[in-house]
């Protein structure tokens, strides 16, 4: 599966932003899908997951309360709706894909396929 994410830009501190990952191929239904970030200097780390069907969610502590992931698997996309942004949001937003195996949705590891990145960037 090939996965493109979108939707960042230059927010002021307290704005919301939607992000998209759309995928190719007809068996997106299948993957789990992800959403990770990088800031400058740093490691990439976990930012939100989904089940096959949007039934589960996970979300990391620094997000939690202020984002939503989805997905539309009609659409072949998936969202992550951010509000209440940070400075420390500012990043590279990554998309990723995983068939279930053992194993964590929250390490970088777990996933298949990665979309190049989306920037965020949250100024005061």
């Known amino acids: 599966v090939q996965l493109q994410a979108s939707g960042g830009g230059l927010v002021q501190v307290g704005g919301s932003l939607r992000l998209s990952c759309a995928a190719s191929?007809?068996?997106?239904?299948?993957?789990?899908l992800g959403w990770f970030r990088q800031a400058p200097g740093k490691e990439r780390e976990f930012v939100a997951a989904?089940?096959?069907?949007?039934?589960?969610?996970y979300y990391a502590d620094s997000v939690k309360g202020r984002s939503t992931i989805s997905r539309d698997n009609a659409k072949v996309t998936m969202y992550l709706q951010m509000s209440s942004l940070k400075p420390e949001d500012t990043a590279v937003y990554y998309c990723?894909?995983?068939?279930?195996?053992?194993?964590?949705?929250?390490?970088?590891?777990?996933?298949?396929?990665w979309g190049q990145g989306t920037l965020v960037t949250v100024s005061s």
């Open positions: 990723a894909a995983a068939t279930f195996k053992s194993g964590s949705v929250y390490y970088t590891s777990w996933y298949d396929y």
């Open positions: 191929g007809p068996t997106f239904s299948r993957y789990y």
């Open positions: 989904i089940d096959w069907n949007g039934g589960t969610t």
